[in-house]
């Protein structure tokens, strides 16, 4: 997976997303049952990963993760903490280190490395690949 930080945000992208949606004229209306069937075609042309990234994290994913996930594990969460989450499941519950690591003991590795492969994911996976390669 590629990961992409802020400098990246001037990458122009030009793509389209097309998708089914209701419309109502309003909410008592949709009520009613007084909708239309239309295909929404969004065209992101002159856009730049930017501007999706911050349209994505001022809205959907952001919302539904404080609504459910934050609320609840705010007792486990600390300031200026950095929690990943899946855009397409973000209220899912996110593993925390201690969990993570646990799970690697659990199948049978070693603390300390278990440890190092949560704490350093790039160069546990530098090292398995060189061990990989070399055999």
Request: charged share 30%.
């Amino acid at each position: 997976m590629n990961t992409l930080t802020t400098k990246d945000f001037g990458t122009p992208i030009d793509f389209t997303l097309e998708k089914a949606i209701t419309v109502s004229p309003d909410a008592e209306a949709k009520k009613r049952g007084e909708t239309k069937n239309i295909t929404l075609v969004v065209k992101y042309q002159g856009v730049t990963l930017g501007d999706l990234a911050n349209a994505t994290l001022g809205q959907g994913a952001t919302v539904k993760w404080q609504n459910t996930r934050g609320r609840d594990d705010y007792d486990k969460l600390t300031d200026k903490q950095r929690v990943e989450i899946d855009f397409k499941a973000p209220g899912a519950k996110v593993k925390t280190r201690e969990e993570k690591i646990a799970e690697l003991v659990a199948t049978g590795m070693d603390l300390e490395i278990a440890t190092f492969a949560i704490d350093n994911p790039e160069a546990f996976a530098n090292i398995v690949n060189e061990t990989v390669t070399t055999k």
